[in-house]
């Protein structure tokens, strides 16, 4: 991978003059779990799953991974599929689970099922603009309305042990900024740690992610504030780090290049970023596809950190009419195959941008209907 000219060093970070002190030093404590890196990978629905995770924590540099976002109501509803987005193993951690939902009392069972799965941290989704979410008085809504944000919080921290985390966006929209007011009140009703993405849920992804009004947030609480938005080289994350957060999670830019957290802890540490051939960007896709493949296949027990499993007579009724289809790592070999290859697909899309010839190698992938196709396509593209 080809990186700018110009790297930023440690000793550049130090030459400048009284840059804003993050927090928490570089190895920011979330509650009573300690990171050791101050960057980590964003949630990112239908992308960070377990497999994913594993791989970009392979790669080093990385301090904390969060799966995509998980609905309160499957997980105390026991929905297969629900209970899968939640998996994770011993190698992700300090794993956070995040759910979204509206109902406090059902957060807070929510938030008891994530912490017998022992996971490290459970999360909170006060960012997510899609109206399917946020019409339910979930997801970006709950910043509208700050003091249902903060009562979801406060039953949450009294439900569990473990932190209970926030991510939300700067606000619903331009008249509606309230990011560092919401961020002091879940602070108040017993958050540990904030995520702001710098953008409005109006905005979606246009624009540009906001870091000053994310430094407010950190000058306005003393929980960590983490930032997310716009991180696409390894010197953007390490620019941000100077900016004030105590952390930055990184989305988008891992899908495309998963060892940016590993090439921003090179520069942090003074080194010129890791190099990163075509070869080793065929190898992570096809080691992607191994996990994929082999999910549950000959793991050992207590491998995988799952939740109990309720048999649920309306999630079966659902499931054979349509909208909860039963997950494929259930299915037999021909529906997983289906799945590892959408799976290639969704991450591909963002994987091969910007690459001579990725277009093609998308619409390739795109119409490719085995696993041995795909294979074969990542072989000709990455190792020709
Ligand atoms: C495909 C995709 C899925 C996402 N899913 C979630 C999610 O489930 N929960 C969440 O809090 N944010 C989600 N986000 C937002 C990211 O976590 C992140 O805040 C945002 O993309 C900005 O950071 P970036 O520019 O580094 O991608 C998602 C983003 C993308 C691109």
Redesign the pocket.
């Known amino acids: 991978m080809s990186l700018p000219t110009s790297v930023v060093t440690a000793t550049d970070v130090a030459a400048t003059p009284d840059p804003p002190q993050p927090k928490s030093s570089n190895r920011p404590r979330i509650g009573r779990i300690a990171l050791a890196a101050p960057v980590g990978v964003?949630?990112?629905?239908?992308?960070t799953d377990t497999a994913f995770r594993r791989l970009v924590k392979r790669q080093g540099g990385c301090g904390l991974v969060v799966t995509?976002?998980v609905s309160s109501e499957g997980l105390v509803r026991g929905i297969d599929r629900t209970l899968e987005y939640a998996e994770y193993t011993e190698e992700e951690r300090p794993v956070s689970i995040?759910i979204f939902g509206g109902d406090p009392a059902k957060m807070a069972d929510a938030a008891r099922i994530v912490e017998g799965m022992g996971a490290d941290i459970v999360d909170i989704?006060m960012?997510?603009p899609v109206p399917k979410i946020s019409k339910h008085n979930a997801g970006c809504s709950l910043m509208r309305d700050p003091r249902h944000a903060a009562a979801i919080v406060e039953a949450m921290a009294r439900a569990v042990r473990i932190p209970v985390t926030v991510?939300m966006r700067a606000g619903w929209n331009d008249d509606e900024i309230n990011a560092p007011v919401l961020a002091r009140m879940v602070e108040d009703a017993g958050a540990a740690a904030v995520t702001v993405?710098g953008r409005t849920a109006k905005q979606a992804y246009a624009g540009s992610?906001d870091w000053s009004l994310i430094a407010l947030v950190a000058e306005q609480v003393s929980i960590p504030v983490f930032g997310?938005?716009?991180?696409v080289e390894p010197e953007h994350v390490i620019d941000r780090l100077r900016t004030g957060p105590d952390g930055v999670?990184?989305?988008?830019?891992v899908l495309r290049n998963p060892w940016i957290l590993a090439q921003a802890a090179d520069l942090a540490a003074g080194r010129d970023a890791r190099v990163v051939t075509m070869r080793d960007r065929g190898q992570f896709l096809l080691e992607y596809i191994e996990l994929l493949m082999n999910e549950r296949v000959g793991e050992a027990e207590g491998f995988r950190h799952t939740a109990p499993h309720i048999v649920d007579e309306e999630e079966t009724a659902r499931s054979e009419s349509g909208p909860y289809q039963r997950s494929a790592l259930r299915a037999p070999a021909r529906g997983r195959e289906r799945w590892v290859v959408n799976k290639l697909r969704a991450l591909n899309a963002w994987y091969s941008k910007g690459y001579e010839g990725g277009s093609n190698f998308r619409t390739a992938i795109n119409h490719a209907e085995s696993v041995t196709h795909v294979r074969e396509l990542i072989g000709e593209f990455f190792y020709k």
């Open positions: 964003a949630p990112m629905a239908g992308m995509e976002m995040q989704n960012g997510c991510k993405h992610s997310s938005g716009d991180c999670l990184v989305g988008r830019g």
